[in-house]
């Protein structure tokens, strides 16, 4: 099982990026995927979440700027991130289970891990 991470680079705030997060050797399509995200010396934050049929969920500092989407067909899921600020940079990491579950703001809730791309958001 593999997820890859990719989208990520350097941006001036204002600016938008999309993460993509593409999941291979899987004998099932998951049924909750997400989006975390880390800092040096800070625990991995919850960004947003989305599964079969669910609508998105976010963390309260991304609402209204960033967008959760998924193609279950391939596996693939995305983040469309806009109107970024520094406060955003972070290495984004992508993750999956099989199934849905509440607790889906716990890095601890998810089986599968992509291996983090870099977003830098700077003048």
């Known amino acids: 099982v593999q997820l890859q991470a990719s989208g990520g680079g350097w941006v001036r705030p204002g600016d938008s990026l999309r993460l993509s997060c593409a999941a291979s050797?899987?004998?099932?399509?998951?049924?909750?995927m997400a989006w975390f995200r880390q800092t040096p010396g800070k625990e991995r934050e919850f960004v947003a979440a989305?599964?079969?049929?669910?609508?998105?969920r976010y963390t309260e500092s991304v609402k209204g700027r960033f967008i959760f989407s998924k193609d279950i067909g391939k596996n693939t899921w995305y983040l469309q991130m806009n109107s970024l600020k520094p406060e955003d940079t972070a290495t984004y990491y992508c993750?999956?289970?099989?199934?849905?579950?509440?607790?889906?703001?716990?890095?601890?809730?998810?089986?599968?891990w992509g291996q983090g791309t870099q977003v830098t958001v700077s003048s």
């Open positions: 989305g599964g079969s049929g669910r609508a998105a």
């Open positions: 050797g899987l004998t099932f399509s998951p049924s909750a």
């Open positions: 993750a999956a289970r099989r199934v849905w579950i509440t607790t889906y703001a716990k890095d601890t809730a998810f089986d599968y």
